[in-house]
């Protein structure tokens, strides 16, 4: 059964340290999303891609986070410099549906 | 402002009961609602859809309701085992906007 990737599974920074995150969607998957998800809250989207343009991005807070999907598959989230508040579980989701997302396993990140 | 309310943080049952997780929201007219199984350290896993025109959605032990007057969802594990044990999801969704409620922890014991 096809999956979404995601690596790395855990990372530890330092605060001030730039980080990024990788996503491989379901191959076919036109819409890709970046959720963070903290501690006993659901998750929270970041930024929505349909193919490689952004379509909502309004919750990123852009001046320390960036995402890109330029060939339209996979996808890039980075942060820099990375802060205390940061730390959270990174999700991301891919769908041919709007309605049924289909998420990968997450990136753990802790910021020391 | 939207809100959705999932009803209790904890739901502790026994094994082979039925298992009720309710969704709540307030000002926000979803077209359809979703259920999502989270384990541990884990990606969300898509469990049932249904659409706002739909009453009630069935798939083996489970059933999902939706009340659009009420503005609730019910989620309902029958037959439940320690298996069903996770934290289950309630996310509303209109054109592309999905939001997700905080989920409720369901522990099943033998």
Redo the contacts between chains.
Sequence with gaps: EAEVAQSPRYKITEKSQAVAFWCDPISGHATLYWYRQILGQGPELLVQFQDESVVDDSQLPKDRFSAERLKGVDSTLKIQPAELGDSAMYLCASSSDPAIQYFGAGTRLSVL | SQK?EQNS?ALNIQEGKTATLTCNYTNYSP??L?W?RQDP??????LL?I?ENEKEKRKERLKVTFDTTLKQSLFHITASQPADSATY?C?L?N?????????TRLTVKP
């Design positions: 959705i943080e077209a359809y979703q999502y350290g884990r990606g969300p896993v898509f859809l659409r999801l996310a969704g054109n592309n906007d999905m939001r997700f409620g905080a989920g």
